[in-house]
């Protein structure tokens, strides 16, 4: 019964832990634009460049329209995810 327990609690607790979102999005004054770039860092990654500007390179966008930033996280590897859109 002890072990029935301690399981369903294990179970309950990395539940919790697995659903952490964090999403904000910004908008400037430019077209939002047809095209889309997207930048993400996964764990351990070395060289993590998740910035509005390699996220512009990446869909060859010279102007930013919106850009949406956002953070999941599930115990302690995490994704983070800079997406922009514009021409």
Known sequence: M???KLAVAAIAVSGLLASC???VLQ???NAI????GKATAKPFQKDAN???K??????????IGSA???YKTFFIFF?????VTGE
């Open 50 to 52: 998740y910035t509005y």
């Open 33 to 36: 634009g047809t095209k889309t």
């Open 79 to 83: 994704t983070i995810t800079t997406e």
């Open 2 to 4: 002890k072990k029935i």
């Open 68 to 70: 949406t930033f956002t």
């Open 27 to 29: 908008v400037t004054n």
């Open 54 to 63: 390699k996220a512009a390179e990446n869909g060859n966008i010279q102007e």
């Open 21 to 23: 979102q964090y999403q």
